[in-house]
């Protein structure tokens, strides 16, 4: 079976590149789908080897050790085909059945055509082709976002994103590509909500719906492995979110188009938050640090934090550029996005307080909006309560079972909190619980 879709696969390659003249290849929809199958798994930001990424038009460009990978309408002249056609040692796939004529002509036309990259221009909103999940059992949850006018909850499914009320009443539901959806966002005027997932290992996507209609106005695949913490900036323009290939992307909301890719850390970037003014940006991962970075540039500035352990959380004050951070070391820090003094190496002096230690690594933080409260969830299943302005442990939110993946404040200030088991749960200022539900419509087997 899986003999004959890869010749199902190739026989299509060979038709649609048979239809097609110089002018109609089409980056999109042939040259990208071909390097991923036949390429990516040796050349993505992961492997990289020979210095070459074919996961994106851009890194394709840049080539790898032996330059720039074309020659726009010298085929011949280019590396990428003297590699595909042997001229070049080894020839590409490496270790793999060399590829067909038709194959190479899909790339000699492209080459000759310009390459052309038509990514941005491409339909990207395609429905997807998959029935609803059918739930036997609460998924868990890693992502919960509150609509600004605080009548509409979106969580995290499987394939798929809820829209609830926040008595949970199911109001509708988003499937996507997207296997994991790991953080959701609403734009500030509650038209537009953007989420961020994939699939491990195979692919990012970020999903860019228009709430009131229910509909996918943009999926972009952006990744080859998974994509985390997407932030909005306070005009709703700009998305930001950070992955496990290391890089930071920012990307334009009404367009889908990614508009810069910064790689400043050094290992997975997990989570990102805009500043007051949406100039800068704060970003967090394994590498230890929260980086400070410039929008418009794209410039890394400094480090906000000394270097302790894995980060996996941030989250921004709504009144001021103040940042907390949180991650495996289980203490919660909470800093200036600006420095008061010349900057140090491994400086401390954006520090404003740190927190108690958590009984477990820290998963999600969350600021109420009026900014008087921090809420820390924890592997071990508790979220703590603090005092931004004293420090001071207000409440201990408790009867999750695992961990607490996802924090979010309605705009009344009430705590939702979802994690491991799937429940959504509601909790007072004084950290009562108020409500628990499960989003997904269980369906109870048949006995």
Known sequence: MHLQTLRAVALATIVLVSRASAQEISYSSLIKPFLARKCAACHQAQVKQSDLIVTSYADLKKGGRKGPAWVAGEPDGSVLIQYLTGKMEPRMP?????????????????????????SATASRAV?????????????LVTAIAVSPDGRTLAVSGYHEILLTSLDGKLQGRLPGASMRIHSISFTPDGKTLVAVGGDPARMGEVQIWDVAARKLRQAIEASTDTLFGGSISPDGKLLACGAADKAIRLFDIESGKEIRKMEHHEDWVFQTVFGLDGK???????DRAAKLIDVESGRFIENVNLLRDSLTAVARH?????????GAERIPYLYKMDRPRAMRIADDSTLIRKFDRQDGPILALAISPDGSRLAVGAESGAVRIYDTE?????????GHEGGVYALAFAPDGTLIAGGFDGKLRFYDGKGTLAAAFVAAPIEVARQ
């Open 390 to 398: 004293t420090g001071t442990e207000t409440a201990k939110c408790t």
């Open 94 to 118: 490496m270790g793999g059945q060399p590829l067909a004529n038709s194959e190479i002509e899909m790339f000699r036309h492209w080459i000759a055509a310009g390459a052309p990259d038509d």
């Open 318 to 326: 709504p009144k001021k550029d103040w940042v907390a951070i949180g």
């Open 127 to 139: 429905p997807v082709a998959r029935k609803p999940t059918v739930y036997s059992k609460a998924p």
């Open 280 to 286: 800068r940006i704060v970003t967090v991962g394994r």
